[in-house]
């Protein structure tokens, strides 16, 4: 008989259990330093492949591999104990076929040992969604602004402004909460559309860029708190300045190196008192 106890995480149908009775906290994690950090506050912590962005300065999420996403989940996964925490496909893993999808989110799954993936896209990608819900793997959506598209969509705009647009996006989301997916990310779209998204799917939404009528929200936490500084979008509240309280400790540690202030011998093994 096993001695270990098992720690209750928040779960994927905790998640589901929330719409409409309470906000859904979501934020971003990379590491298990910010894992850390986030566990207590955070419902629900994504492994987002904008890590590649974020952490590895590509231009886009594109690059990032299977075995960067593995890598980033377990460090997640071993520095949280509450959250539910959710790990993004990357571009390339899931879109060719629901068994290629399979195969790749099984993989995430046994090696991660996180709750469920996400992955982008509406009703094109409805059926890898059933295939993978029908096998054991619970499915974050993601609708709206599809970063993984970033090619075939020209660039980073706010979605749904269009009728036309609007009613396809609402018919993306319809089509992946009927696939079985447990909640949906809608990211950057305009506010009239989240409202009729959030009214219309019997699952919660989670935004990004989306407005406040969604039944949760979702940020990067280097956005948020002000470390990833090379440009604010519109969607995001800085809620602290880390990157430039970084910069300014590096200021200072730099100047007392230089000076010889530091080490002081506070800081030193086997200095006697003067
Ligand atoms: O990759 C990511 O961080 C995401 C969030 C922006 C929702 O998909």
Known sequence: MSTHRQLKRTTVPDIRAMKGATPIVGLTAYTSLTAVLLDDQADLLLVGDSLGMVLYGLDSTLAVTLDMMIAHGQAVMRGSTKTCVIVDMPFGSYQESPEAAFRAASRVMKEVG???????????????????????????????????????????????????????????????????????????????????ITETVPVPTIGIGASPHCDGQILVTEDMTGLFSDFTPKHVKRYANLGEGIRQAAVEYAADVRAGRFPGPEHCFGVKPD
């Open 114 to 196: 996180c709750a469920g993936i996400k992955l982008e896209g509406g009703e094109e990608m409805a059926e890898t969604i059933r295939f993978l819900t029908r096998r054991g793997i619970p499915v974050l959506a993601h609708v709206g602004l599809l970063p993984q598209s970033v090619n075939t969509a020209g660039g980073f705009r706010s979605h749904g402004k269009a009728g036309g647009e609007a009613d396809s996006i609402l018919a993306d989301a319809v089509a992946v909460a009927a696939a079985g997916a447990f909640a949906m990310v809608v990211e950057g779209t305009v506010e009239p559309l989240a409202r009729r």
